[in-house]
Nanobody, 121 residues
Framework: QLVESGGGLVQAGGSLRLSCAASGRAFSNYAMGWFRQTPGEEREFVSGISRKGDTTYYADNVKGRFAISRDNAMNTVYLQMNRVKPEDRAVYYC????????????????WGQGTRVLVSS
């Protein structure tokens, strides 16, 4: 089970940190990803992190602004969102996959319920 938290209203240019707590399975066996979705749009890859946490990857539109990290002892993955833009407004989902380096949503087996991020300009 994956449970996201940390969403809310943030001012453009501000920062927000999302968390995703995992339970029920060996967290360190799974690479983790963050995706986001807006109404009428497909789910979009945002960032991913390898099982060991030694490799991270980002969509071009968040690279340099967002940072993903994980704490395998706490079974938690984070997404630090900096210099937030209005176009970052979305529901953010964390997801788990057994394979490192995957950016397609179809590769992820487990999903959280999402946390909403709103951006005021």
């Amino acid at each position: 089970q994956l449970v996201e938290s940390g969403g809310g209203l943030v001012q453009a240019g501000g920062s927000l940190r999302l968390s995703c707590a995992a339970s029920g399975r060996a967290f360190s066996n799974y690479a983790m990803g963050w995706f986001r979705q807006t109404p009428g749009e497909e789910r979009e890859f945002v960032s991913g992190i390898s099982r060991k946490g030694d490799t991270t990857y980002y969509a071009d539109n968040v690279k340099g602004r967002f940072a993903i990290s994980r704490d395998n002892a706490m079974n938690t993955v984070y997404l630090q969102m900096n210099r937030v833009k209005p176009e970052d407004r979305a529901v953010y989902y964390c997801a788990a996959t057994l394979s490192d380096g995957r950016i397609e949503a179809e590769a992820y087996d487990y999903w959280g319920q999402g946390t909403r991020v709103l951006v005021s300009s």
